[in-house]
Structures are given as structure tokens and as C-alpha cells.
């Protein structure tokens, strides 16, 4: 069932998500100050194409960095990706097909603006860290 929902989220949302999480990872690594927000970018894009049978968790040995990244990131990049999912988020959930879409979008929210300190773990180990 992940599978099929993965499929056709790619298609209704996840490419589109994912170019804009890439743009933005290209961005940060053109800058070469921001080369760790280029890399958060590039894996949650990959998030963003595949989300279903994933979840994000903490990382509990981010520190005091990943928090001041992290304001960072919301002023450049994160509140653009933000309205992305709201916006596409509210376009899914129009329909009755694309709720679950559209609730998978908002729950992309809050990675899109906080990503470092986050992992990207499947759903049967929430609690997976390295």
C-alpha cells in the first residue's frame, strides 16, 4: 500500500516539492558558508519524493548549531518551502482522493522549517539513530 501511495504522491505533489527542496540545496551549496543546509536540503527532497513509510525524528546530539542553523534557515529558505506544502497541501485537499495527500503535505511542514536536527528514519524504527 506505501508503495502505491508513493507513486501517486509523485505524481499529485512529490516532484514538484522535491525540484523546490533541490533548488534551494543547489543554492546553499553554490554558497559554500552554507553546504550543510544544501545537505539537509538534498534529504529532504528525497523525503519529499518518497514519504510514505518514513517518518522524522530528533537527533538528540544536535546541539546549539542545529538551532541557530535552523533561524537561519526559516528566513532564506524554509518559509518559501513552508507556503509550498500549505499551498499544495490546500490544492489536495479539495478533492476527496487527495486528503491524505493534502494532510501528508502539512505534515511535512515542520521539517521544511526545521530540518537540522531532524533524521529521516523508516516507520517501523521511529526510534532508529545512529
Known sequence: MKF???IIWLVL??????LGY???GVICCILIVTIPFGI???????YALWPFGRTTVERH?????SALGNVIWIIFAGWWL????????IALCVTIIGIPFGIANFKMIPISLVPLGREIVPTDQPFATR
Do not use: E, K, Q, Y
Open 13 to 18: 505533489s512529490g516532484l514538484w516539492m522535491a
Open 4 to 6: 502505491i501511495l508513493n
Open 61 to 65: 546530539d544536535a546541539g546549539a548549531g
Open 82 to 89: 513552508a507556503l509550498g506544502h500549505i499551498v499544495s497541501g
Open 22 to 24: 533541490v533548488l534551494a
Open 40 to 46: 539537509a536540503s538534498f534529504r529532504i527532497a528525497g
